[in-house]
């Protein structure tokens, strides 16, 4: 169950990093308000490399499944 609704969470994270990273207004149909710039904002926070807040990745990359090796630096 928890694996299930840390997919689903990650699924949701990833989409809507996707769609923050874009220069253009990526929610046009969102009125403008307190709304959507918090979770706009809270997005952005969560998914900066480096930030403070940054929330990591609950699976590793795909490139390190099945058994492949991820390289440190």
Known sequence: MMVRLAAVLLAYLVAISVAVAQPADSSPSWNDGAAKSAISEFVARVT????????PPIFPPLATVGGAKESKP
């Open 48 to 55: 900066t490399q480096g930030g403070r807040d940054l929330v």
